[in-house]
């Protein structure tokens, strides 16, 4: 068995090997492209494993910047792995993993993080239970027209000129946030590649004070949510649930648009993992998670990840 980076020519067995290992669905075979159009793509943590020439195994380490403690963290995001089902059970996925460590470990990346099998992924050194999902539920009656705005702030679809003030209303929003994985400098950054997800800037005077990424068929659980102030995010929030009862918005109780709202809690998932590659303020993080004196984190995935 051989393992190496991936080339052009192997994107169409790579594929092939995703949907084969996913039950012959198209979803992770696509999430790999998609993952491919990121400035921040880096072939070189793209690996296949190779029988006789043929590509049986494939993982992606996809470089991320994270929050943790504040700070900005080099990272990884496992996902997905997939081998061929004629080759599974012998040691292939092992190989994948431990060799891409190996190289992110060697280019300065100091942790990897992953959603998977809790009994398979720590004996990689992958810890569980350090982020999970964050939510908080809006009854939309209550909500007042606060802070003397208009309740119908207008929207529109982003734009390029808009992704330096999205990333500092992201950084605002999500900068205390464990786990939190910054968005990119692209726009593709922020739309989706799901036609059922529309993504929404809001604007007051023209000034950009919020974003939003909703799924159409579940138009009360906003996959993204960031605004300006707490009075922009009541605005926010009645503008979404309008004809609804109440609203799910996917905030931490570290999110700055927390303190609008009461009853913000973060649950961890036992699938939600990371392995210490490197010092870094993981090492803090995870001491004091241990001990109870801080929250686990929430990540919101990439819109590359917006496949179902």
């Known amino acids: 068995m051989n393992i190496r980076p991936e080339k052009v020519q192997d994107y169409a067995a790579i594929a092939e090997v995703n949907i084969r290992a996913f039950d012959e669905r198209l979803a992770e075979a696509l999430i790999v492209a998609l993952h491919r159009q990121r400035t921040g793509f880096d072939p070189e943590l793209s690996l296949v494993a190779e029988i006789d020439g043929e590509v049986v195994g494939h993982v992606l380490f996809s470089p991320q910047t994270i929050r943790l403690m504040g700070q900005d963290v080099k990272a990884v995001n496992l996902a997905p792995i997939a081998v061929d089902p004629a080759h599974q059970r012998k040691g292939i996925g092992v190989a994948l993993i431990q060799f891409g460590h190996e190289i992110a470990q060697n280019k300065g990346y100091a942790l990897s993080f992953l959603l998977g099998h809790p009994t398979y992924y720590p004996r990689f050194g992958y810890h569980t239970h350090v982020y999970g999902e964050a939510s908080v539920n809006v009854p939309i009656q209550p909500l007042p027209v606060v802070g003397g705005l208009n309740a119908n702030l207008p929207t529109r679809a982003p734009v390029q000129k808009d992704v330096p003030v ?18 990119g400098d692209s726009l593709a950054d922020w739309l989706s590649p799901n036609p059922l997800i529309q993504a929404r800037v809001y604007l007051h005077y023209d000034r950009v004070v919020g974003y939003t990424r909703i799924k159409t068929t579940e138009p009360g659980r906003p996959l993204l949510f960031l605004a300006q102030d707490a009075h922009i995010a009541q605005l926010m929030a009645a503008d ?8 799910m918005l996917p905030l931490h109780p570290y999110s700055a648009s927390a303190s609008a709202f009461s009853g913000t ?44």
């Open 166 to 183: 999205l990333r500092k209303l992201w950084l605002h929003e999500e900068g205390n946030v464990d786990f939190a994985i910054v968005p």
């Open 240 to 247: 979404i649930g309008h004809g609804l009862p109440s609203i």
């Open 265 to 308: 809690a973060v649950k961890a998932w036992d699938a939600g993992m990371a392995c210490r590659l490197a010092p870094s303020p993981f090492d803090e993080f995870y001491a004091r998670l241990q001990a109870g004196e801080r929250l686990p984190g929430r990540p919101v995935w990439p819109s590359a990840f917006d496949m179902e």
